[in-house]
């Protein structure tokens, strides 16, 4: 079933709005859940629905994003193709990437269309559009089936949220047969409880034509605001498929933070999930929730921890060290990570270099619940 289908990644985010989290690293490799990064979850549910090529869309410290997929994702059956400049790596040229004289990507339909050689072709039939920031798993056989059996010029996922929230996202409506009748990014007014969870499959030849149409004309060179409109408004059959598990699109450093809470609250059925993720952080690999033992409680620790002190509702990635009498709540510790004795952290991120990133409370705009 898989088939025909071209998957893309767009990783072509900087992370600003990250803090000192996003800083000197890409967003995509932005480390999570205790042994993998974000764009690790995009990558394994492709490989795992049977999906043996991924084209990345990238556009900031390619060289960087390129050396590490090639050391943490080429296996026999599956890799990432790097468009552009994928022959050229595979000659296997050492140092930066060749000067290019093309101007940068404005928006996610622009890195479609941009990169439009590497996408469409006469084998391609569906294009399966993916962000390195979304924390989920799914497979997506069975949404390929259904978007081929009803015959969708798209076909884009949706969750139910809480609808405090909904204003962060694309807000969609369906009529009776699952159809699309209305599609809202970022609304002002909120009259569905339904968004769209950013991952879509697309009728290959249709994308292409609205994106040629698109562009060169006075448009926001992007999916959500430009083209699925585009699309409504021309009547398309756009159809809806319902995404059940945890899902979170890790936009600010609120949502980073709210998506560990989600893993070490034992109360809540909606929880990211790690248990088939490939192991791309270095270290050994970070323990399944832990509900009570001596100095942690409620946390996801991992094996080389080295403890003098109490964390709870928190997860910390390998090779974190926490003094004697230090004290942390509800925090996420990464890589390496100290903390000094004594120390008193709550609701923090602890950077690699020690530097303690505040989270600010969500005052309605923040940590969005994943899940139903």
């Not at 890790?250 to 990211?272: F, S």
Request: hydrophobic letters at 40%; proline letters at 7%; one cysteine or more.
């Amino acid at each position: 079933m898989s088939d025909g289908v071209r998957a893309v990644l767009l990783a072509g985010g900087e992370g600003r709005r990250m803090g000192r989290l996003g800083r000197g690293r890409l967003k995509p490799l932005i480390p999570f859940g205790g042994s993998c990064r974000l764009i690790d979850f995009s990558l394994a549910n492709a490989a795992a629905s049977g999906l043996p090529v991924v084209v990345l869309l990238s556009q900031y410290e390619e060289r960087q994003l390129m050396d590490d997929l090639r050391r943490t994702w080429w296996r026999p059956d599956f890799r990432v193709h790097f468009g552009r400049w994928d022959a050229w790596y595979q000659e296997g040229i050492p140092g930066p990437l060749p000067a290019s004289d093309e101007p940068p990507e404005r928006g996610t339909a622009d890195a479609l269309i941009r990169k439009a050689e590497y996408i469409f072709g006469p084998d391609v039939r569906d294009v399966l559009v993916q962000h390195a920031d979304h924390v989920y798993r799914f497979d997506y056989r069975p949404m390929i089936a259904r978007h081929r059996a009803s015959g969708a010029a798209l076909t884009l996922a949706y969750q139910r949220i809480d609808p405090r929230y909904v204003h962060l996202f694309g807000m969609v409506e369906f009529d009776p047969e699952g159809r699309l009748t209305r599609f809202v990014e970022k609304p002002s007014v909120v009259t569905s409880d339904l968004v769209f969870a950013a991952f879509c499959l697309f009728d290959a030849a249709v994308l292409h034509r609205y994106l040629e149409q698109l562009d060169g004309t006075d448009w926001q060179y992007d999916i959500s605001r430009d083209v699925i409109p585009a699309m409504l408004a021309a009547g398309e059959d756009i159809q809806g498929y319902p995404v059940d598990g945890y899902w979170a699109d890790i936009g600010t450093v609120e949502r980073y933070h709210g998506a560990h809470l989600a893993m070490v609250d034992p109360g809540r059925t909606d929880r990211p999930d790690l248990t088939s993720m490939p192991r791309t952080i270095a270290g050994p690999v970070a323990r399944s929730l832990v509900l009570d033992r001596a100095g942690v409680c409620r946390s996801v620790v991992p094996a080389d921890l080295v403890n003098g002190g109490l964390i709870e509702e928190s997860v910390a990635f390998p090779g974190v060290r926490v003094g004697a009498g230090a004290h942390v709540t509800r925090s996420v510790l990464l890589p390496g990570a100290r903390v000094a004795p004594g120390a008193r952290l709550d609701s923090v991120v602890v950077c690699e270099d020690g530097f303690v990133q505040a989270v600010p409370a969500p005052q309605g705009t923040g940590v969005v619940p994943g899940g139903r």
